[in-house]
């Protein structure tokens, strides 16, 4: 047998790359600015236009905590590699 070939993507849509959306996480209630990989992919830390940073589990795809307090919007943010410290 010969296996059917993928359907074709609509041009421009996509990047190069795309394979899919794995997980969607809401809760910034702007658009988002920043986000960063910490362990091993286990948590995504985001920023965004709202002055709250948020660390997100992956698997769970809930957010475990909110670094709040920021004077406006996170432009960058980052992780140590074991998701233990966000600058």
């Known amino acids: 047998t010969v296996d059917a070939a993928p359907p074709p993507r609509p041009a421009g849509r996509f990047p190069p790359g795309y394979v899919g959306e794995y997980r969607c996480f809401r809760g910034h209630p702007q658009a988002v600015t920043a ?3 910490a362990d091993a992919g286990r948590l995504v830390v985001s920023a965004a236009f709202d002055p709250v940073i948020r660390v997100w589990d992956v698997e769970a795809g809930a957010c475990r ?3 709040a ?3 406006g919007a996170v432009w960058l943010v980052t992780a140590d590699p074991a ?3 966000v600058w």
């Open 35 to 37: 986000v960063a990989f």
């Open 65 to 67: 905590h909110e670094l």
């Open 69 to 71: 307090g920021h004077a």
């Open 83 to 85: 998701g233990r410290v």
